[in-house]
T-cell receptor, first 115, second 121 residues
Framework: AQSVTQLGSHVSVSEGALVLLRCNYS??????LFWYVQYPNQGLQLLLK??????LVKGINGFEAEFKKSETSFHLTKPSAHMSDAAEYFC?????????????FGGGTRLMVKP | GAVVSQHPSRVICKSGTSVKIECRSL??????MFWYRQFPKQSLMLMAT?????????EQGVEKDKFLINHASLTLSTLTVTSAHPEDSSFYIC?????????????????FGPGTRLTVL
């Protein structure tokens, strides 16, 4: 079974500061990893995903994440926060199995950006 | 590409009535659709997985007779909350998956709808 832990349910940064949202996973097989963003009263939007190959993955809106197998981590970063980045962020892991792409989500991290 | 719509976006109903929520993949054919439930300030909880033309697979603790799922085509799945009660009030989100190739074979990526806010009075 796989699980996802997001350290910090709330993260607050100043506009222009570095954004770092942490995600650690446990999985019995090499996982596929995802970051989603959710704005209030909306569904989830895929930010980026790691499947294979390059461990540094670039996504939309200037976000990127690095898969570190030794640390079982997939932290999300952005060099300079913008007010529009304020949202809920979910890390998710999936395994290839007979039921298709079952996603297991972390608890979410609410990012707040101060002016 | 990969747009998923949900209808309605918001519904308020009386206790005891049934509510149907539609999920459509607009520009791709979805091999699998998923239904999630999200309580305020919480993560998504998978309710069920459905494949076109077959019965949905429900997660443990989800009542299949209460949450009826129909996956009539590769672009449409519906969730019907039967005899809704106030405790069913929640944000319901669907996703539709389309395949991409990974090292272990074909794995699906999920694209999410905008969600439906259900309030049962």
């Amino acid at each position: 079974a796989q699980s996802v832990t997001q350290l910090g349910s709330h993260v607050s940064v100043s506009e222009g500061a570095l954004v770092l949202l942490r995600c650690n996973y446990s999985s019995s097989v090499p996982p596929y990893l995802f970051w989603y963003v959710q704005y209030p009263n909306q569904g989830l939007q895929l930010l980026l995903k790691y499947t294979t190959g390059a461990t540094l993955v670039k996504g939309i809106n200037g976000f990127e994440a690095e898969f570190k197998k030794s640390e079982t981590s997939f932290h999300l970063t952005k060099p300079s926060a913008h007010m529009s980045d304020a949202a809920e962020y979910f890390c998710a892991v999936s395994l290839f199995n007979n039921a298709g792409n079952m996603l297991t989500f972390g608890g979410g991290t609410r990012l707040m950006v101060k002016p | 590409g990969a747009v998923v719509s949900q209808h309605p976006s918001r519904v308020i109903c009386k206790s005891g009535t049934s509510v149907k929520i539609e999920c459509r993949s607009l520009d791709f054919q979805a091999t699998t659709m998923f239904w999630y439930r999200q309580f305020p300030k919480q993560s998504l909880m998978l309710m069920a997985t459905s494949n076109e033309g077959s019965k949905a697979t429900y997660e443990q603790g989800v009542e299949k007779d209460k949450f009826l799922i129909n996956h009539a085509s590769l672009t449409l799945s519906t969730l019907t909350v039967t005899s809704a009660h106030p405790e069913d009030s929640s944000f319901y989100i669907c996703s539709a998956s389309t395949p991409f190739s990974g090292t272990s074979g074909v794995v699906d990526t999920q694209y999410f709808g905008p969600g439906t806010r259900l309030t049962v009075l």
